[in-house]
């Protein structure tokens, strides 16, 4: 009989268990320490347990565009909205249509709720104008003081030298200044009409319903120079039933915090032909400025138009950026652009992260009216939390019980694999927060009660896998390799199906249901980490001890109370002797 080569282990062999349980050591030491690290020990709360704000807007269409209310438009708007609000960084907001004309916005309690808030309010078209005059914000006279102006931005294929602001026009020259910007040309080459222009009406007009060009002018020169920037009515009414293609005035803030009030000529490029825009730092001055770059159709609009605005004097040699009827910078133009340009002048991390994000999502389809704006208490949502983690605590301690009952021992494994499953669960969730914006809402805490279920059942597969070995008649040790590739297929398939159900789910949903997937999904793949590299490993160091090796009455694997069958024994079997009759 030839002796078994040297080294050559028995089919379903354990090879060295302790390197599996180094790794996930290892492992569960590394997370606990990024997440001490970061700082972020708890998981960020979605709204419904930490609290925000609900925010309704209502779609409004223009006279004779009804039917731009409509389902495309409004999930354009949704989509936009959502990508402005969590290029803040904010955790979880929720936007979504409700009926046809409304979208609700939850933003989650956190440190850039203020300027979400403010941002989603903002929800009109983006429009880029050229400047034609600037005036200070209240009719009244405004002393100015020497040194006391700040630069404004400026745009430009890179930074550049920054220039004193428009000096302030007084009350007495702002209607010159008014006369002469609508006399000159404007960005497109068309001259505007002013009080010297005539018109041959035709024998059919009505010249009572057209105002004449001489009260065009006047109206509009009367509603510059009264318009007062620092009253917020008269803010928003500023620029109420205008169109794109109209010359209109409008307020905004200069680089040193204070109010204008602009004459700007009809939109020439659109936010929509905004392709991206990013706030950086510029590598030769080391100042903050936005990145912008511009659709195919964009580029040739903007090519045009600082074209044109870089020959002008200052002040129309600069071109607004108009958001909801007001000016949230006015740039100057130094030299002709196309696909790229930079604005560049007086900017902090904050102002330039703010314009390059209203630049990149502030093109909306349709316009909004703001309906509500609600404070969202976490108090409903704690009582609901509390509710839910008493059901999750006795649905865990029925599980704990169950198994110290009938497995008695074995229940030792699956308390410290449940222990390594939470934790392992409990961090990730808490880095998840920062570096996805993952936030745990209540169909979240849904799923990590469900998971206790699927981990437990991993468990109990294999144990009775192993009960089954010993039923036949092996001892321990090689009961735990060979239940284990019979156990593990079980595992594989079970855990399978349930992370498909949960990928699927958070495909096909969306909002809350969403935490529920991600986190029915996240468990699951942490069970199959924590049965192979956990449950397994210590399940065979176990199965060296006399406790569990000789099969004690309290491990949950004595033979007898198994109902083992003797060992199985082959026997050598002998032809039965045949008796030849004798020959008489």
């Known amino acids: ?217 006047a109206a509009l020169q009367q509603k510059f120079t009264t318009l007062n920037c620092l009253d917020p009515k008269q803010r928003t009414a500023a620029a109420e039933g205008t169109k794109p293609t109209d010359t209109i005035v409008a307020c905004g803030k200069n680089a040193a915090d204070q109010w204008e009030k602009y004459l700007l000529g009809p939109a020439e490029v659109e936010g929509r032909d905004v392709d991206d825009a990013k706030a950086a730092i510029d590598q030769q001055s080391g100042q903050w400025i936005v990145d912008m770059s511009f659709t195919d159709a964009g580029s040739k609009k903007f090519q045009a138009i600082t074209s044109k605005l870089s020959q002008q004097t200052e002040p129309q040699n600069q071109f607004a950026i108009v958001l909801d009827g007001e000016v949230v910078s006015a740039p100057r133009v130094q030299t002709t652009l196309s696909a790229n340009a930079q604005i560049s002048g007086s900017f902090n991390q904050q102002s330039a992260q703010d314009l390059g994000n209203i630049l990149a999502y502030g093109a909306l389809p349709l316009s909004f009216d703001t309906q509500s704006v609600d404070t969202v208490t976490a108090a409903l949502g704690g009582d609901q939390l509390e509710a839910g983690l008493i059901a999750g605590a006795i649905g865990l301690a029925l599980v704990i019980l169950y198994l110290v009952i009938y497995y008695r021992g074995l229940s030792f494994i699956a308390i410290l694999s449940l222990g390594a499953s939470a934790l392992l669960t409990y961090v990730i969730m808490a880095l998840l927060g920062p570096a996805i914006g993952f936030a745990l809402n209540l169909p979240a805490v849904c799923g990590a009660i469900v998971a206790i279920g699927i981990t437990a059942d991993s468990f109990i597969v294999y144990f009775e896998r192993i009960r089954d070995e010993l039923r036949e008649g092996r001892t321990l040790r090689p009961a735990v390799e060979r239940a284990w590739p019979r156990a593990r297929r079980t595992i594989l398939v079970s855990d399978f199906v349930s992370f498909l159900a949960a990928a699927v789910l958070f495909i096909v949903t969306v909002g809350k249901v969403q935490g529920f997937a991600f986190t029915l999904g996240l468990t699951t793949l942490l069970d199959i980490v924590v049965v192979f590299l956990f449950t397994k490993p210590v399940m065979t160091l176990l199965a060296r001890t006399k406790f569990f090796g000789n099969g004690h009455p309290w491990s949950g694997l004595d033979p007898k109370r198994l109902g083992a069958k003797p060992p199985l024994r082959r026997t050598r079997r002998t032809a039965p002797a045949t008796v030849e009759p004798k020959e008489a």
Do not use: C
């Open 1 to 217: 009989m030839a002796a078994p080569k040297k080294g050559r282990r028995p089919a379903g062999g354990q090879s060295r268990p302790g390197r599996a349980l180094a790794l996930i050591l290892i492992a569960m030491v590394a997370l606990t320490g990024g997440m001490f690290w970061s700082g972020h020990t708890t998981p960020r709360l979605g709204i419904d347990l930490a609290g925000g704000t609900s925010i309704t807007l209502k779609a409004k269409a223009e006279p004779g565009q009804e039917s731009a209310v409509n389902e495309t438009n409004m999930n354009t708007a949704v989509g936009i909205i959502e990508r402005r609000v969590n290029g803040l960084g904010v955790s979880e907001a929720e936007v979504q249509t409700q009926g046809r004309e409304n979208i609700i916005v939850n933003i989650p309690k956190g440190t850039n709720e203020k300027q979400a808030r403010e941002q989603v309010g903002t929800t009109a078209q983006l429009y880029f104008r050229p400047v034609l005059t600037v005036a200070a914000a209240s009719p009244e006279p405004a002393p100015t003081a020497s040194g006391s102006t700040a630069p404004k931005p400026s745009a430009s294929a890179s930074a550049g030298e920054k220039k004193p602001a428009t000096p302030t026009a007084t009350a007495s020259t702002q209607g010159r200044a008014l006369t002469e910007a609508l006399k000159a040309p404007n960005a497109t080459g068309t001259p505007t009409p002013t009080g010297s222009a005539s018109a041959t009406p035709k024998k059919d007009a009505t010249p009572q319903a057209t105002p004449t060009p001489d009260a065009a002018t």
